[in-house]
């Protein structure tokens, strides 16, 4: 099994910053690509950023420039750096992992962004 554990959420204002992070424990070598997601109320869920192990990443295209995912190996740890904040920003956060045959998420953390 594995566990991911998100925090960093929080409320900011239109134009701060955040940065999320995603702590890994457990079995980690099943996972292959970290991401973040987020869920904003009555809307389905969406990809923000994913990094592979290799460090190759992707954005939605909403996130680009503005946000920056990265990983610590030796912490076991994926991060977002989300800056230049919108409104439209706000949503649960979810971490989540995949490997072949695996799928994991993280509990999730809240992003509110007042404008």
């Known amino acids: 099994q594995v566990q991911l554990v998100e925090s960093g959420g929080g409320l900011v204002q239109a134009g701060g910053s955040l940065r999320l992070s995603c702590a890994a424990s457990g079995s980690r070598f099943r996972i292959n690509v970290m991401g973040w997601y987020r869920q904003a109320p009555g809307k389905q869920r969406e990809l923000v950023a994913r990094i592979t192990n290799g460090g190759s990443t992707n954005y939605a295209d909403s996130v680009k420039g503005r946000f920056t995912i990265s990983r610590d190996n030796a912490k076991n740890t994926v991060y977002l750096q989300m800056n230049s904040l919108k409104p439209e920003d706000t949503a649960g956060y979810y971490c989540?992992?995949?490997?072949?045959?695996?799928?994991?998420w993280g509990q999730g953390t809240q992003v509110t962004v007042s404008s």
């Open positions: 989540n992992g995949v490997g072949k045959g695996y799928d994991y």
